[in-house]
């Protein structure tokens, strides 16, 4: 550590404020309303990487489909990825039903309550396991995230690297010395809620409504624009792709993408690496043995994973007949049954448009 970290001082007066404070701003969320352990463990699951406006429709659909742990161990993978469609990060969904099944074997049904027992079911992290250890069980865990690590960082004028593991773990100690005996739960969300609200990212922060400015290093020292310390992040790898989007009549061509690969267990429209000009793209499915009635060029697309990137050109290609061996099914089929990775969805959806829109301009 190259400088020194200001530790909180009055530590009972900044649990309470954090509390209150809590208290009185928290949003409104399915899963605060009605608190249930397993409500919990699936939106902590569902929030990693994702915000929560996103995930609050989802969770309102899983609860629905599956409105607790042993309906969930009993999910048919299909219909588990149908209904995560859109949410991205699809291991997430088939680790919840991999826990849910430990779950049912080893705990008879119930969400286990401590840190250690939670940390040993798939998927869970040391994070997730602490925000579930605390919110559902009140059990004394820290649930240190990225709007936390921020808040601290602040807090205790940290102006190293967040990533350094060292500084991750001094400011966790300060995080674990600041929780209180009671409602650990709402103390944790606290400093999460204060980073999501108040204490932004990007040199942003909303100082004049902290609550707890007056002890915060980085306000005090006019340091909140240079903390956290800004890092350089990797270039994603760029990959090149043509889809294909084969059609006959009302159906569309789609193919599962293979386990082990990324995406896989979803469906795809076929694609080639690589940009094909109109006329590659002609000559490349004429040689796959299929009649062209028409090929017409879509707008192209980037779409962006964590480390790669991957710029999308595409064509629609209207066949003659189907081929034997490849899979078509309808628009409805695919809206209720096959889950489509997101990069692919959206041009299926821009295809479904452009056909209402025809349809319209014929009445």
């Known amino acids: 550590m190259k400088n020194e970290l200001q ?6 007066a900044f649990q309470e404020t954090i509390h209150q404070w809590f208290l009185e701003n928290k949003r409104e969320m399915p899963w605060r309303r009605n608190p249930l352990p397993y409500y ?44 995560w469609e859109g949410l991205g990060y699809y291991n997430r969904a088939r680790n919840l039903k991999i826990a849910a099944e430990e779950i049912m074997t080893k705990h008879q049904g119930a969400l286990p309550k401590t840190y250690e027992a939670l940390r040993e079911l798939k998927g869970i992290g040391e994070y997730t396991a602490g925000a579930i250890a605390s919110e559902a069980f009140g059990e004394k865990e820290i649930a240190v995230d990225g709007n936390v690590f921020r808040v601290m960082a602040r807090l205790m004028g940290c102006k190293e690297d967040l990533k350094n593991t060292q500084v991750m773990k001094e400011l966790k100690k300060e995080v674990r010395r600041l929780l209180p005996e009671k409602e650990v739960g709402d103390f944790n969300q606290g400093l999460i809620e204060l980073g999501a609200l108040i204490c932004l990212p990007n040199g942003t922060p909303k100082c004049w409504q902290c609550p707890v400015k007056k002890v915060c290093t980085a306000y005090k020292e006019d340091l909140q624009f240079e903390i956290p310390k800004k890092t ?132």
């Open 232 to 363: 350089q992040k990797k270039k994603r790898r760029e990959e090149e792709k043509t889809v294909l989007i084969f059609r006959h009549g009302k159906t569309f061509c789609l193919r599962k993408r293979e386990e082990g690969k990324l995406l896989a267990g979803l469906y795809e429209f076929y694609h080639e690496e690589g940009h094909l000009s109109f006329e590659e793209a002609l000559a490349y499915v004429e040689e796959m043995g299929l009649k062209v009635k028409s090929l017409v060029a879509l707008k192209e697309k980037k779409f962006l994973f964590t480390h790669i990137t991957w710029q999308l050109k595409a064509y629609m290609v209207d066949l003659a007949s189907p081929m034997e061996g490849l899979l078509f099914v309808s628009k409805e089929e695919i809206i209720r049954t096959y889950s489509l990775a997101t990069a692919f969805r959206e041009y299926f959806e821009t295809i479904c448009l452009m056909e209402e829109a025809r349809e319209e301009k014929e009445r």
């Open 40 to 83: 919990i463990w699936v939106s902590e699951i569902m929030l990693q990487q994702t915000r929560v406006d996103t995930v609050i429709p989802y969770f309102h659909r899983f609860i629905e489909k599956y409105p607790d742990v042993e309906a969930l161990s009993t999910a048919k993978e299909e219909e588990l990825l149908k209904l």
């Open 7 to 12: 530790p909180i001082e009055n530590i009972e």
